[in-house]
């Protein structure tokens, strides 16, 4: 895939993988999903649903992860909150302009532009929160969102990317 045929598709994902509503509960399944999909996968992951204000509603850290992973994880939510948009969007667009986080005004030492990181989008809101999951390779991470959102939304077909 080309880097533009990979921001269409997860401008995409972006677009159908939409909440009508969302509340703890729904962090709570959609949590029990993610930790799901990725033991499905054999993977070892971290996992996190933080809204907007800070507040986190859910929070998974698997055997093999560690203060690493939080700190990952405290990098992709504040990109996703900012930007309101996927670390791996934003990824994928500095990989086609050829910029780095700081040429858009942001510190990589608070922001991170690597895959893992997913806006909780309710339609006719915005961005209330982010989806985190950490611990594998960002492609993977992303991956994990994509397939565990569009299961709790009951969505059959979603675009997924193939690694750049």
């Known amino acids: 895939m080309t880097v533009e045929e990979v921001i269409t598709v997860l401008a995409m994902q972006e677009e ?3 909440f009508n509503h969302f509340t ?3 962090a709570w399944a959609l949590g029990n999903l993610l930790v799901a999909e990725a033991k499905k996968r054999g993977l070892d992951t971290a996992v996190e649903i933080r809204l907007n204000n800070g507040y986190t509603v859910f929070k998974y850290a698997g055997n ?5 992973n939080e700190e990952w994880m405290n990098k992709m939510f504040a990109t996703v909150k900012r930007m309101e948009k996927s670390t791996m969007l934003l990824y994928s667009e500095l990989k086609r ?3 780095a986080l700081g040429e858009i005004g942001l510190d990589e030492k608070e922001y991170s532009c690597l895959g893992g990181g997913f806006p909780v989008r309710v339609e006719e809101v915005g961005v209330i929160g982010a989806i985190m999951v950490s611990n594998q390779s960002h492609f993977i991470n992303h991956d994990i969102i994509v397939k565990a959102v569009s299961r709790y939304l009951h969505i059959d077909e979603v675009p997924r990317i193939r690694a750049l």
């Open 64 to 68: 093999g992860t560690t203060l690493n």
């Open 24 to 26: 703890n509960e729904d």
């Open 97 to 99: 302009s050829e910029e």
């Open 16 to 18: 159908i993988l939409q």
